[in-house]
Nanobody, 126 residues
């Protein structure tokens, strides 16, 4: 049973920054072998993929966050990060970290993630 725990969410004003972290444990294979990523969901809206990072470094971003968000990972610590700069009110959502299935395409599709954390709230006010 994999466990993913997000942290770092909070309330900020537009233009400010937050850094989210995700601690991962309980995977069948070493953390470094998996594609991992972030998704977000606002109340009443469908969850959308935000960013993903591969085993070797390549990344993929939703167009809405390109140039503002940076996804990274520390395989030695089994931890995933999302640096969010220049935050906007429309970034307000619950943010989830996820681990994709072994053998997923690159970048993995939303339905290819095997595990998601419980989420951390990000609120951006204007």
């Amino acid at each position: 049973q994999a466990q993913l725990v997000e942290s770092g969410g909070g309330s900020v004003q537009a233009g400010e920054s937050l850094r989210l972290s995700c601690a991962v444990s309980g995977l069948a294979q070493p953390f470094s072998r998996y594609y991992v990523g972030w998704s977000r969901q606002a109340p009443g809206k469908e969850r959308e993929l935000v960013a993903a990072i591969s085993r070797t470094g390549p990344t993929d971003y939703n167009d809405s966050v390109k140039g503002r968000f940076t996804i990274s990972r520390d395989n030695a610590k089994n931890t995933l990060y999302l640096q969010m700069d220049s935050l906007r009110p429309e970034d307000t959502a619950v943010y989830y970290c996820g681990v994709a299935k072994m053998g997923s395409r690159w970048p993995p599709l939303k339905n290819q993630y095997s595990y998601w954390g419980q989420g951390t709230q990000v609120t951006v006010s204007s």
